[in-house]
């Protein structure tokens, strides 16, 4: 099996560290034998989103979804058209909300999103923003996991129809919500950096898992190989006790 990637504005929006989750996603395809290609994509570069499994957004702050909005909402359709073939997409944070219908940024700019979803994201009143450890609960087509991360976001993201998870600990969403990014089986949203799919094992496998259904239908999460996950799981055993204690 071969997984082909897209990695969009990877030189613009890679805050926290967000590159962290190509590298762990990529070792372990290759641990299990399946090879995969990643590609990066940035401003006026000429692409064919749909011809990819699996496109990856990371986070930025305002200045950076700022200098690359033009370029995104010119390619909305290409998105739309990747969406419509099955391309399984992840989104952290600034990427996030970028889908959404707005964003209004620190400075009261409204800027303007792709628009394929109904939540809009507002900024936090007198610059408050949701900063800390994170976990949540969240349903995975029907697998149940405790996920761990890091929020650092002033964007109050509302009318988030379909959640990734409840907050155990933490903001999410926004301050008075308690509901974590987005999920609709065919885009998973969050909020949570870390980076996310080193610090989770399982949604790493989970987001394999969708984007190699786009050519392989009848796979299933079980046909992944399983990994040794002791130390992952080690260290969200920690965090987790880490937030209960508080």
């Given amino acids: 099996m071969e997984l082909n990637v897209c990695w969009m504005y990877h030189d613009i929006m890679d805050l926290y560290g967000d590159k962290g989750n190509m590298m762990v996603l990529k070792k372990r395809c290759l641990d299990r034998g399946i090879q995969i290609k990643i590609d990066t994509l940035s401003i006026k570069d000429e692409c064919d989103l749909s011809t990819y499994d699996l496109l990856f957004l990371g986070g930025g702050a305002d200045q950076e979804q700022k200098m690359l909005i033009d370029d995104l909402l010119s390619r909305k359709e290409n998105i739309a058209k990747a969406m419509n073939e099955n391309t399984f997409i992840l989104l952290i944070c600034g990427g996030y909300q970028l889908f959404g219908q707005y964003y209004i940024s620190a400075d009261n700019e409204k800027i303007e999103g792709l628009k394929?979803?109904?939540?809009?994201?507002?900024?936090?009143?007198?610059?408050?923003?949701?900063?800390?450890?994170?976990?949540?609960?969240?349903?995975?087509?029907?697998?149940?996991?405790?996920?761990?991360?890091?929020?650092?976001?002033?964007?109050?993201?509302?009318?988030?129809?379909?959640?990734?998870?409840?907050?155990?600990?933490?903001?999410?969403?926004?301050?008075?919500?308690?509901?974590?990014?987005?999920?609709?089986?065919?885009?998973?949203?969050?909020?949570?950096?870390g980076p996310l799919l080193p610090k989770n094992p399982e949604i790493t496998d989970f987001v394999i898992y969708k984007a190699l259904k786009k050519r392989n239908p009848d796979i299933t999460l079980q046909d992944l190989a399983p990994l040794d996950d002791t130390l992952e799981h080690q260290a969200k055993e920690y965090m987790l006790k880490r937030l209960s204690s508080k």
């Fill in 116 to 193: 394929f979803f109904d939540y809009y994201t507002e900024t936090g009143s007198n610059g408050t923003r949701c900063i800390g450890n994170i976990a949540i609960e969240c349903d995975l087509d029907g697998n149940k996991i405790t996920a761990v991360g890091f929020e650092n976001h002033g964007g109050q993201t509302r009318n988030v129809k379909t959640p990734l998870g409840h907050v155990l600990h933490g903001y999410g969403n926004s301050f008075e919500g308690k509901q974590e990014g987005f999920y609709n089986g065919q885009v998973l949203a969050t909020y949570m950096h």
